[in-house]
């Protein structure tokens, strides 16, 4: 699971179709948690482009970690337009 999304690096360099991945999920507490949103060129993760701290609630009783951390994403202004892939 991934977002795509077209974005700006760092530089002002618009990335077009962007791909948004959730990485390093770490559970700080039965409630909340923390991630890594890194975003790539393209899906082949090979040329990453931005690096982003985040985290959210955690529900122990709702979906995976990773399922969870995408849905807040998507709650985000940044990325609210994102589309799943």
Do not use: W
């Amino acid at each position: 699971m991934a977002l795509k999304k077209t974005s700006q690096t760092a530089f002002g360099i618009e990335v077009a179709d962007a791909y948004h991945r959730v990485e390093g999920v770490r559970l700080s507490s039965k409630t909340s948690m923390s991630f890594q949103v890194r975003s790539y060129k393209d899906n082949s993760g090979l040329l990453h482009f931005a690096d982003a701290a985040a985290g959210c609630a955690y529900d122990i009783n709702g979906e995976n970690p990773i399922k969870q951390a995408y849905v807040h994403l998507k709650t985000t202004p940044e990325f609210a337009d994102a589309q799943d892939c």
